[in-house]
Nanobody
Framework: QVQLAESGGGLVQAGGSLRLSCAASGRTFSSYVMGWFRQAPGKERDLVAR????????YYADSVKDRFTISRDNAKNTVYLQMNSLKPEDTAVYYC???????????????WGQGTQVTVSS
């Protein structure tokens, strides 16, 4: 089992930067695909970025491409989301999640953190 805890959220002006961290418990962190999701009020939870277990493959939603960077440190059981050039539309609760991939089912995220609020003022 994996427990996840996000940190690093807060209030920032448009154009600013934040770095989110997600610390994981458990010895099997390095075997999981890790994702960052976000959910704005009244909207669905959307995938923002994803990183493979080894860190060699990354995916970004079009809305954050070239502004956000996902990374992981398997020795520290931590995944990061560096967010630059923030916009008011990036305001949301950000969640990290640990999952697996299968050809039959695609990506399945089994474990979720509690979320951290990011608010970008204009």
């Amino acid at each position: 089992q994996v427990q996840l805890a996000e940190s690093g959220g807060g209030l920032v002006q448009a154009g600013g930067s934040l770095r989110l961290s997600c610390a994981a418990s458990g010895r099997t962190f390095s075997s999981y695909v890790m994702g960052w999701f976000r959910q704005a009020p009244g909207k669905e939870r959307d995938l923002v970025a994803r990183i493979s277990a080894s860190g060699g493959t990354r995916y970004y939603a079009d809305s954050v491409k070239d502004r956000f960077t996902i990374s992981r440190d398997n020795a520290k059981n931590t995944v990061y989301l560096q967010m630059n050039s923030l916009k008011p539309e990036d305001t949301a609760v950000y969640y990290c999640a640990a999952g697996v991939y299968s050809l039959r089912l695609g990506y399945e995220y089994e474990y979720w953190g509690q979320g951290t609020q990011v608010t970008v003022s204009s």
